[in-house]
């Protein structure tokens, strides 16, 4: 038996085992190919099949009809800042950036080389501590679309609802969110997502546009910069990530077997409110740096009463192989990512060490 950690690392992340077991069988020979997958060709008949079933399952996990197209694109989410409003603002157009994180700041900024951008929320000064209520998100009804990134992997903040946009198209950076709960995705005109948190490894970007958004898309763009054209090609314009997709395919089927996406909710919020609870109880000992209403199911982040009590906390931790719990250097602290393949007997361990370590300190 391999021994395996606790992984609570922010992304890259645990991948499920299954899936990990699965690579390791199919992977000198791929279902009587006499290869493997990493040596097919993008072209071949296996891999078309691999791309196709992810966008279905893509499809049919969110509930999204013909009119979405579902894009597996290389860069990273941070490529789709800049290629944002590169295909979607007009020439001399605006667009709206809520401001809650650091890579919502982000990619406010990529937006900020290209085009005028407008800050329809911020919660800087607050330390992002919180996400906005729904009436504080104000922005120009002529923007070409508004930003917001549904889940602050750093500051460990989560958005429960999302703003009623009418015709300002509702664009969403779900990177470390994304297949993790159930929600009305029809009502996003684009979704993006780096896969290295709830969908497979690094090296694939999700990319999710309606119909009536990408007809929107500028013209004269350079061919790799273009959704219309990656779009038209089925994501097959360039060579792909191929073995990121094929992983990818292979947690979706996972997370369809575990009850879809009302499944994996259920198990994410038992998860959150065994630690939420774990921090909560003892409250001069672990504080949570998140507001309580803003908390998120995906990063749970805490302090400590001193520095020097959280780099034990990790110390001691790793000693029991929970592992990937230092807060994001810009931060500090402590923060549990518990993604999608992190289990509730994972959680369970870590609430006893917890608890331990309380007592002992
Ligand atoms: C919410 C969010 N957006 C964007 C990014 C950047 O993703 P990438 O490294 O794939 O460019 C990250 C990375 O952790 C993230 O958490």
Redesign the pocket.
Known sequence: MVKRNVNFN??PAALPLEVLKTVQEELLDYQGTGMSILESSHRAKEFEAINDQANALMHELLGLGDNYHVLFLGG????QFALIPLNFIPDGGTAAYVDTGE?AA?ALKECQILAKAYVAFSSKEEKYRRVPKMSEIRYPQDAAYLHL?S????EGTQFREFPDTGKVPLVV?M??DIVSRKLDFTRFSLIYA?A??NLGP?GV?VVIIRDDFMATVKKGLPSMFSYKIHADNKSLYNTPPVFAIYIMKLVLEWIKGKGGLAGMEKINRDKQDLLYGAIDAAPDFYKGTADKDSRSMMNVTMRLPSEELEAKFIAEARKEGLLGLKGHRSVGGIRFSIYNAVSLDDIRKTVDFMEKFRKAA
């Open positions: 922010p992304g990273g989410a941070s490529t890579f982000k990134c889940n602050n992997t750093i950076d990177t470390s780096g290295q948190k690094a970007t």
